[in-house]
């Protein structure tokens, strides 16, 4: 059996981890219907405020809804893609030499 010039990385456990992180972030959607209704609490200083807080709370959901669902698992990605390059690389590099005995 000769000596092979092969590291292997299992990727598949980090693939999946990313994948279900993507999904759950992408489900991740607060009901808009709130949002049609805020009209009603414009009459008081409190509700002008908690509509303030409101449109903060739907703006802030959807930029980390973007964030986890896009941002995040992209660049995961490109690290393992990396990792996977470097590997490569490194197991191209590798010299391995037969001193006696059997293999």
Excluded: W
Excluded at 38 to 46: L, P
Excluded at 53 to 63: A, C, E, N, P
Excluded at 96 to 101: A, D, L, P, R, S
Aim: charged share 30%.
């Amino acid at each position: 059996m000769g000596a092979e010039k092969e590291v292997f990385m299992d990727t598949n456990v980090f693939t999946n981890i990313v994948d279900n992180m993507q999904s759950a972030a992408a489900s991740c959607v607060l009901s808009d219907e709130p949002l049609g209704i805020m009209n009603v609490m414009e009459g008081t200083d409190v509700g002008r405020k908690m509509n303030e807080i409101l449109k903060k709370v739907y703006k802030t959901q959807d930029l980390y809804r973007h964030e986890t669902a896009d941002s995040l698992p992209r660049a995961l990605l490109t690290l393992r893609d990396s990792m996977i390059e470097q590997d490569k690389i490194i197991s191209d590099s590798l010299t391995v030499e037969k001193i006696g005995g059997k293999q």
